[in-house]
């Protein structure tokens, strides 16, 4: 008889399968997981990754020294999440836009739409938005509401400490 619930192995391709009530709940294809039934190679989860990035800001015409620069991701198939935790201080010019890079994947390319998604504690008195621009590692730092750019002197001294999930490419 079927399987009602359980993990089969061994036959053919695929050769593990996890049933549940008689129906395949996943199973191995094509190097990765499939949900279901489903057997199309560009539906299987087949990248999982983790690992640290350094995270660092960029300005035109500063230069910045850390006190903290930590960061982490996960991939999951096409997703990235990243967290980051800096401090740092810029000198030179600090009157320029910021933005957060060495994102540790290229953003894939979403025509005009840019990304954003996450959580962000920062000390200033400042709102920053970054967000993830198309075929990036970087994320723009913006004044959430506006139009508006972060400057350099507004982040610099300040805990940037939070994390982005994107799309890559």
């Given at each position: 008889g079927?399987?009602?619930t359980?993990?089969?192995?061994?036959?053919?391709?695929?050769?593990?399968?996890?049933?549940y009530?008689?129906?395949?709940?996943?199973s191995?294809?094509?190097?990765?997981?499939?949900?279901?039934?489903?057997?199309?190679?560009a539906?299987?989860?087949?990248?999982y990754e983790?690992?640290?990035?350094?995270?660092?800001f960029?300005?035109?015409?500063?230069t910045w020294?850390?006190a903290?620069?930590?960061?982490?991701?996960?991939?999951?198939?096409?997703?990235?999440?990243v967290?980051?935790?800096?401090?740092?201080?810029?000198?030179?010019?600090?009157?320029n836009?910021?933005?957060?890079?060495?994102?540790?994947?290229?953003?894939v390319?979403?025509?005009?739409?840019?990304?954003?998604?996450g959580?962000?504690?920062?000390?200033?008195?400042?709102?920053?938005?970054?967000l993830?621009?198309?075929?990036?590692t970087?994320?723009?730092?913006?004044k959430?509401?506006?139009?508006?750019?972060?400057?350099?002197?507004?982040?610099?001294g300040?805990y940037f400490?939070g994390?982005?999930?994107?799309?890559?490419?």
């Amino acid at each position: 008889g079927s399987l009602k619930t359980g993990i089969q192995v061994g036959g053919a391709a695929p050769n593990v399968k996890l049933h549940y009530n008689g129906a395949v709940a996943c199973s191995t294809q094509s190097g990765g997981i499939a949900f279901g039934t489903d057997t199309a190679a560009a539906n299987t989860l087949d990248d999982y990754e983790t690992g640290t990035w350094t995270p660092t800001f960029t300005s035109t015409g500063a230069t910045w020294a850390y006190a903290s620069q930590y960061g982490s991701y996960v991939k999951v198939g096409g997703f990235v999440q990243v967290q980051f935790y800096l401090l740092a201080t810029a000198s030179g010019t600090t009157t320029n836009g910021v933005s957060l890079t060495g994102l540790p994947y290229t953003s894939v390319n979403l025509n005009a739409y840019h990304q954003s998604g996450g959580g962000l504690w920062f000390s200033g008195s400042v709102d920053p938005q970054p967000l993830v621009g198309n075929n990036s590692t970087s994320a723009t730092i913006w004044k959430k509401g506006t139009v508006t750019l972060c400057l350099a002197s507004e982040i610099s001294g300040k805990y940037f400490v939070g994390s982005l999930t994107y799309r890559a490419s």
